[in-house]
């Protein structure tokens, strides 16, 4: 039986939806002019740039479902769905319980889905799949990946279901998780998902499913990534420095209570020359890890690892904790796991003076 979410979803009528009605070019022109211009004045009468993000969605959700309603297909109601989404994440539970924020969730994906198949835009909407449960994200990377033309979207519909499956118990789900990554890797090597190929990432899931967590006295593993600048940073590249990656999420307290220890810890190797301490970022996006650095004035560069606790990269060293640091030693060579506090400054210290010697 599905659940009430996925039931949810097939009753807007995702399946058997017919496409679009094709209108002359005239007609369709003028009502994108038109949705526009009364998507610029809601937003403009009812000052969502200057609302503080908790009471957006009380005060936007009802003006916009007269515009979703009769301009469903134009990308005035696409960037009114998004802006929905931004605020459905920020509205206090008081304002929408889980099963009314799931709900509405829901409707404005299938939204973008059915009427917007193939719009880029898709992208920065599955950023918000977690507001579902997991019967209704499979259910909409499943139509997304038979729906859209696009195959950025098929590509990323594929690599999150094999996330999904990931996340499932028992020895099936692990292994339809890595035959998706292995067509991932034959078929769209180099689409970008969140700015890197997707051959990429699906070869890193490989990798660390044939070798296994990497324990003190391993070669450190590949280890490359964007950080919130979209810069590419690469540990191989770092080879002779002392490397302390600190893998870690804005979502979860006890990262956020390490974010002194690192920072401080990251200016020491800085000021004694030779190491540095490297983040794996497993929040939504790089937005989100651009806002968190300059919030808490982090020092320190972090990679976006796909975003989620399964990334490529927390899968390669085998991160099931959060947070966590591993230190890697100049030679390239994992040294210790699970060191915190003045533990983990002394033996990054140490192996900063073997370094520099």
């Not at 740039?49 to 936007?60: G, I, Q, Y």
């Not at 070669?219 to 590249?237: F, H, K, M, Q, Y």
């Not at 990262?255 to 990251?266: F, Q």
Request: charged content about 30%; aromatic content about 6%.
């Amino acid at each position: 039986m599905p659940g009430p979410m996925l039931a949810w979803i097939l009753g807007l009528g995702l399946a058997a939806a017919p496409p679009p009605p094709q209108e002359p070019a005239v007609l369709r022109t003028d009502r994108e002019e038109e949705a526009r211009a009364a998507f610029a004045s809601l937003r403009e009468l009812l000052g969502a740039e200057r609302l503080p993000a908790e009471r957006r969605w009380a005060v936007l959700a009802t003006p916009f479902e007269a515009l979703l309603r009769e301009h469903p297909a134009t990308e005035a109601a696409r960037d009114a769905r998004l802006l929905l989404l931004d605020a459905l994440e920020a509205a206090p539970a008081t304002v929408l319980p889980r099963d009314r924020r799931r709900q509405e969730a829901a409707e404005l994906l299938a939204g973008l889905l059915r009427w917007r198949p193939a719009d880029p835009a898709l992208e920065a909407a599955l950023e918000h799949l977690h507001l579902l449960d997991r019967p209704a994200r499979e259910t909409f990377l499943e139509f997304l990946f038979e729906r859209s033309p696009a195959e950025e979207m098929q590509a990323a519909a594929v690599f999150l279901l094999a996330r999904e499956d990931l996340r499932r118990p028992g020895f099936e789900a692990r292994e339809r998780a890595l035959r998706r990554f292995a067509w991932l890797r034959a078929r769209w090597p180099g689409v970008l998902w969140q700015g890197r190929p997707c051959g990429e990432l699906a070869a890193a899931y490989l990798e660390a499913a044939r070798r296994g967590r990497p324990h003190p006295g391993d070669p450190a593993p590949p280890t490359r990534g964007l950080d919130s600048g979209g810069r590419l940073v690469d540990l191989a590249e770092l080879r002779g420095e002392v490397v302390v990656l600190f893998f870690w999420g804005d979502w979860g307290s006890l990262s956020r209570v390490r974010y002194p220890e690192m920072a401080e810890l990251h200016r020491l190797l800085q000021e004694r020359g030779g190491g540095r301490v490297l983040g794996v970022n497993s929040d939504r996006s790089r937005e989100i890890l651009r806002r968190v650095e300059e919030r808490e004035d982090l020092p320190f560069a972090s990679l976006l690892d796909a975003g989620g606790t399964q990334g490529p990269l927390a899968e390669t060293w085998g991160v099931r904790g959060w947070p966590a640091a591993i230190l890697v030693g100049p030679d390239g060579v994992v040294r210790e796991r699970g060191l915190w506090g003045e533990e983990l400054r002394e033996a990054a210290l140490a192996l900063l003076g073997k370094g520099s010697r």
